[in-house]
């Protein structure tokens, strides 16, 4: 194995993953781990020309365009699971086999969703700095416990399957949507089987778990959100346009949402532009699309995909 830019490489790696991970699993091969190349797109493509494997987050658009360049590419990885930014078809169209870690950072989401309900519905920490400044507000800091509470998912597949085991432990009862489980699925034997309508109106926490498809973009809309329970929760880790984030501002503003935690967004990276709606709303979260990403599972990701990257490569 070497790194070099003198030779074009074997496996383009254009974002970042444990490299020394990378370097053990892959290790008779020529590899070049770079990931400024998802900013580059000309020296991504360039950088091609021999590929046989190019591994990726959700960032590196892997379409036509990059296809054409990379003649002998025969397999992406893909450091996550979500899809969009992988046209499936061309790769079909060109012979090239996507390999997605699936359920290696599911436990991180699944915690990050849990860590934002009660967070959210503590409300304690935003005593630090009245504190600070010489406060004791013991007596407006009354939060909620997430114990007794309703849990709404939306989409039942691995991840919010680990969400509902950590919140069924915490006390909570768990609804969840999801028109394309079967009925007679054993997962349902921990969930109780919602329509969309019956979860807003009910749930005191609704977490987002879909693919970003055409049926889901906007799935969570101003309709929606205005259905959801006074003072309820909305956390979205799934991805950015699934949620409008408008209607998400508006109604923590009017007070009808007791909190968010928003994880992905319509425009990633969000800048000084798309970030100003944000600005002074209360009882917002905001992480920039870290939820699967803890030490743990970008070992365990890095580890699946360089794995499933040498066991496609002919
Ligand atoms: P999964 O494929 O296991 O589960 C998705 C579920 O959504 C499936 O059960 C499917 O039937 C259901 N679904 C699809 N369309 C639906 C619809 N219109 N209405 C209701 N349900 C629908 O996927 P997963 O591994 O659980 O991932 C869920 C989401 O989390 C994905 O969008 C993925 O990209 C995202 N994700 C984000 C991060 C992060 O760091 N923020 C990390 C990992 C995954």
Redesign the pocket.
């Given at each position: 194995m070497s790194i070099s830019d003198r030779k074009l490489p074997d496996i383009v790696i254009s974002e970042f993953m444990d490299k020394d991970i990378a370097l053990e699993v892959l290790n008779n091969l020529d590899v070049q781990y770079d990931p400024t190349l998802v900013d580059d797109r000309i020296a991504l493509l360039k950088t091609l020309a021999k590929a046989r494997a190019i591994i990726v987050r959700n960032r590196t658009q892997v379409n036509n365009e990059l296809l054409e360049h990379a003649p002998n590419l025969q397999v992406v990885g893909r450091l996550?699971?979500?899809l969009d930014n992988i046209d499936l078809e061309a790769c079909k169209a060109h012979n090239v086999v996507v390999c997605p870690a699936?359920g290696a950072?599911?436990i991180a989401?699944a915690e990050y969703t849990i860590t934002a309900a009660i967070v959210l519905l503590r409300g304690a920490w935003s005593a630090t700095d009245r504190m600070i400044a010489g406060e004791w507000p013991r007596t407006n800091l009354m939060g909620r416990e997430i114990s007794g509470k309703r849990l709404g998912l939306?989409?039942?597949?691995?991840?919010?399957r680990k969400v509902a085991a950590r919140a069924s432990a915490l006390g909570m009862d768990i609804y969840a949507?999801?028109?394309?489980?079967a009925a007679n699925d054993a997962a349902w034997s921990n969930a109780y089987r919602a329509t969309l309508t019956k979860l807003a109106a009910d749930c005191d926490v609704i977490s987002v778990?879909?693919?970003?498809?055409d049926?889901?973009r906007n799935?969570i809309d101003i309709k929606f959100i205005r259905s959801m329970r006074l003072g309820s929760i909305l956390i979205n880790?799934?991805?950015g346009g699934i949620v409008d984030e408008n209607a998400v501002v508006e109604a923590l503003r009017e007070n009808k949402l007791g909190g968010a935690a928003l994880?992905?967004f319509n425009f990633e990276p969000l800048d000084s532009e798309s970030g100003a709606i944000f600005n002074e709303v209360p009882n917002l979260i905001l992480t920039p699309?870290?939820?699967?990403?803890t030490k743990e599972a970008n070992q365990r990701v890095s580890f699946l995909t360089a794995q499933n990257v040498l066991k496609h490569l002919c």
């Amino acid at each position: 194995m070497s790194i070099s830019d003198r030779k074009l490489p074997d496996i383009v790696i254009s974002e970042f993953m444990d490299k020394d991970i990378a370097l053990e699993v892959l290790n008779n091969l020529d590899v070049q781990y770079d990931p400024t190349l998802v900013d580059d797109r000309i020296a991504l493509l360039k950088t091609l020309a021999k590929a046989r494997a190019i591994i990726v987050r959700n960032r590196t658009q892997v379409n036509n365009e990059l296809l054409e360049h990379a003649p002998n590419l025969q397999v992406v990885g893909r450091l996550g699971v979500g899809l969009d930014n992988i046209d499936l078809e061309a790769c079909k169209a060109h012979n090239v086999v996507v390999c997605p870690a699936t359920g290696a950072n599911d436990i991180a989401v699944a915690e990050y969703t849990i860590t934002a309900a009660i967070v959210l519905l503590r409300g304690a920490w935003s005593a630090t700095d009245r504190m600070i400044a010489g406060e004791w507000p013991r007596t407006n800091l009354m939060g909620r416990e997430i114990s007794g509470k309703r849990l709404g998912l939306i989409g039942f597949g691995s991840i919010a399957r680990k969400v509902a085991a950590r919140a069924s432990a915490l006390g909570m009862d768990i609804y969840a949507y999801d028109p394309y489980l079967a009925a007679n699925d054993a997962a349902w034997s921990n969930a109780y089987r919602a329509t969309l309508t019956k979860l807003a109106a009910d749930c005191d926490v609704i977490s987002v778990h879909v693919p970003l498809t055409d049926k889901t973009r906007n799935l969570i809309d101003i309709k929606f959100i205005r259905s959801m329970r006074l003072g309820s929760i909305l956390i979205n880790t799934a991805r950015g346009g699934i949620v409008d984030e408008n209607a998400v501002v508006e109604a923590l503003r009017e007070n009808k949402l007791g909190g968010a935690a928003l994880d992905v967004f319509n425009f990633e990276p969000l800048d000084s532009e798309s970030g100003a709606i944000f600005n002074e709303v209360p009882n917002l979260i905001l992480t920039p699309h870290i939820a699967g990403i803890t030490k743990e599972a970008n070992q365990r990701v890095s580890f699946l995909t360089a794995q499933n990257v040498l066991k496609h490569l002919c």
